[in-house]
């Protein structure tokens, strides 16, 4: 029996290990107790039974779960529940000693792409009983990923580049072919951009030269300027550094080790837990795709073994855990790579547990998660949410009782409503988790579950205080810009607590100030019932901006001003903005707000006369053109200058004189700021 914690009325909630066999869901918002939840369901999974368990960990919170907390059996406050645990109901494992004797014999293996001493084990500094864990670095060997993954980020189409494809084949029978000729070296990366330099210069000894010899210099480097972007997108490659040192071990191996039962293999683990905190989002998405993908590959095998009778029966059941679930599984997304995770993720829900994969998600927002993800989860544990949104879906999709969701948004940390095959009857419980006994997210459960305490205030209701003294104060609306600012500098806020922009923070904050409005018209105002409604924003003095601009360019840019809302900017000014913004967006998730502040802040600083708006109108119109501004793919200054221009020029009328050369020419360049060369301009047009 797995011990999770105590309903209300002090009965002891116990789990049969068959009934956690279905796909779990655990949701609530920051602070409610996930990720302690979690601990505590996966310490009773590794101490009571002979299951695996696999860990993505995008936020490092499980990183350290093989170590024992040392303040938790001290605490005054904990003790009494201990005791209560152990002698009460005979929970072997909520004694010290017991629960760290058991946990020391247990396998953790952490994977983390930032680790730099291979050497070094994880262990607890205040004792020697975590000798089975370890903590190495996640590296990716190439030669390792199956030839659809291979192809994918090689982003080939056999159809449309078959030459491309031939030289990619011939780059890669000859590392093969090295290969073999040094076993245990392993193929990196780099030596097949060294490979791609032996064939463009006409190496006529290498194998499949033959073969390939009619692809021209020109075809070899486009060849391996696939090869290069692989590199540059991820940096979780390994690469060899030692020219005579065998390759190490790389996450298909550890993978691979969830089917192995040799305890004495490097590979064999009870727990891996894939910690990503720090990671980028392509490295973090390959990471998992790798994972779930050898997963599930790795159980249809054992499962054909079986059912062929060429092995035993020995398999035992994998859980997968993905905290930020939705982040992997979203309803929508162009992200190639993330949708592959969520069709790899689909997949396991639907036809897993006959394979023995189950899978336990939690996420903060139910309703970002892929539709076809959630009635798969047959268990589920709702703890404090305070969006009416979330527990509406919540309500309708996983058949919790309306009368107990009302009674959610009070609940303290730790404290959740259990529902689903889970409970003997099925029926919908409201407890109190136990303390979880590893150290996870930087300390144990922080709070009584036997004697519920006062709720902590969260982030999000300390913003929302602020913001409505703010606002009272204010004898009008105020701008949403203004707003942002006072924010920053109260919390040094570097985002919106998870959402995508201010605006959909305020959103989230309407439960908490009472009659908060939002007017989200450009420039944007937040008011209450006691200003008056905002007015329109102050004109645009535009002749005092054209008096900047040589006469042609004036005659132009007025006719431009007085047909589409366009910013009257110089060729210098708009090639400065266009220039910031490439920078500002080039590595980091896009956020609107963030981008135009430090576009703004950059535009302060050289003394331009750029104001919010006229940045704004910029961005707008760069999305407008359907430009996606996504890291993973190319944000230089000349992409978002077409992007722009493409913008504003695909807005005039056919008839429009401005489309006429030479004012074409001259509009496109100065939309530009010169950042779109004539061949590139006739092109675009």
């Known amino acids: 029996m797995l011990v999770i914690g105590k309903d209300t009325n002090n009965k002891l909630i116990k789990i049969e290990p068959d009934r956690l066999l279905h796909h779990t869901l655990i949701f609530g918002q920051s602070g409610s107790g996930k990720s302690f939840l979690i601990a505590r369901l996966l310490e009773e999974i590794l101490l009571s039974t002979s299951a695996r368990v696999l860990i993505v960990d995008p936020n490092g ?20 529940m201990f005791a209560d645990l152990f002698s009460q109901y005979n929970s072997e494992y909520d004694d010290k000693i017991k629960f760290r004797k058991r946990w020391s014999e247990l396998r953790f293996i952490t994977l983390n792409p930032n680790f730099t001493s291979p050497n070094d084990d994880l262990k607890n500094p205040a004792n020697d009983d975590t000798k089975k864990a370890s903590e190495r670095r996640l590296l990716v060997h190439w030669d390792s990923l199956d030839e659809d993954l291979q192809r994918f980020l090689l982003n080939t189409d056999p159809f449309k580049e078959p030459k491309i494809i031939l030289g990619l084949e011939a780059i890669k029978n000859q590392a093969a072919s090295e290969e073999q000729n040094r076993p245990g070296r392993g193929i990196d990366l780099r030596v097949l951009e060294r490979i791609k330099e032996d064939f463009a210069l006409r190496n006529t000894s290498l194998k499949g030269y033959e073969a390939a010899k009619t692809l021209t210099t020109e075809d070899w480097y ?80 054992a499962a054909r073994s079986v059912a062929d009778q060429s092995a035993p029966d020995n398999r035992l059941p994998i859980f997968i855990v993905l905290d930020e679930a939705h982040n992997f599984a979203p309803e929508h997304s162009d992200n190639p790579l993330r949708n592959r995770v969520t069709t790899r993720l689909m997949q396991i829900a639907s036809e897993g547990r006959k394979f023995g994969l189950y899978l336990i998600l939690a996420t903060q927002r139910p309703t970002k998660l892929h539709k076809e993800l959630v009635p798969e989860c047959e268990n ?11 527990l509406q879906f919540v309500c309708n999709n996983l058949g919790y009782d309306k009368d107990l969701i009302k009674q959610i948004k009070g609940f303290a940390q730790g404290r959740g409503l259990f529902n689903g095959r889970w409970l003997e009857q099925q029926q919908q419980v409201d407890a109190n988790v136990a303390p979880a006994r590893t150290v996870v997210g930087g300390a144990g459960l922080g709070s009584g579950w036997k004697k519920i305490p006062e709720a902590v205030p969260e982030p999000i209701e300390a913003i929302a205080k602020f913001v409505a003294e703010t606002l009272s104060t204010s004898k009008t609306a105020m701008p949403l810009a203004t707003l942002a600012k006072k924010l920053r500098d109260k919390y040094e806020l570097e985002g919106w607590l998870g959402h995508e922009g201010l605006k959909e923070m305020l959103l989230d904050l309407e439960p908490y100030i009472e009659g908060l409005k939002l007017d989200t018209k450009p420039p944007g105002y937040a008011y209450l019932p006691q200003h008056p409604a905002p007015g329109p924003g102050p004109t645009y003095n535009g002749e005092d901006k054209l008096k900047n601009m040589d006469a042609a360019t004036q005659e132009i840019m007025r006719s431009l001003f007085n047909t589409l809302p366009v910013p009257l900017l110089t060729e210098d000014e708009f090639r400065f903005v266009l220039r910031a913004i490439s920078e500002e967006v080039q590595h980091v998730k896009f956020n609107p707000v963030l981008v135009l502040k430090a576009v703004l802040d950059r535009c302060n600083r050289e003394k331009l006369d750029v104001g919010s708006n006229e940045i704004d109108l910029i961005l707008k119109g760069i999305m407008r053109a359907e430009h996606r501004f996504d890291p993973d793919l190319p944000q230089t200054p000349g992409v978002l200058a077409r992007a722009w221009c493409n913008s504003v020029i695909g807005s005039l009328p056919k008839e429009s004189p401005l489309l006429v050369q030479p004012k074409a020419s001259l509009l496109w360049n100065h939309l530009s700021g010169g950042l779109i060369s004539a061949p590139e301009q006739a092109a675009a047009a």
């Open 61 to 80: 919170d499980f990183r350290r779960i093989s170590l024992p907390s040392e303040s938790i059996w001290d605490d005054n406050k904990f003790k009494p």
């Open 222 to 301: 486009a060849a391996g300027a696939r090869i290069s972007d692989v590199i540059k997108n991820y940096r979780i490659w390994w690469s060899r550094e030692d020219p005579d040192a065998d390759r190490p071990l790389g996450i298909t191996d550890f993978i691979d080790g969830a089917f192995r039962d040799n305890v004495a293999s490097e590979t064999y683990w009870k727990a891996l837990t894939l910690s990503l905190e720090g990671s980028s989002q392509a490295d973090t998405l390959l990471t998992v795709d790798i994972a779930l993908s050898q997963l599930w590959e790795g159980a249809k095998a």
């Open 380 to 390: 589920s544990c709702l703890l404090r949410v305070q969006s009416d949104l979330e």
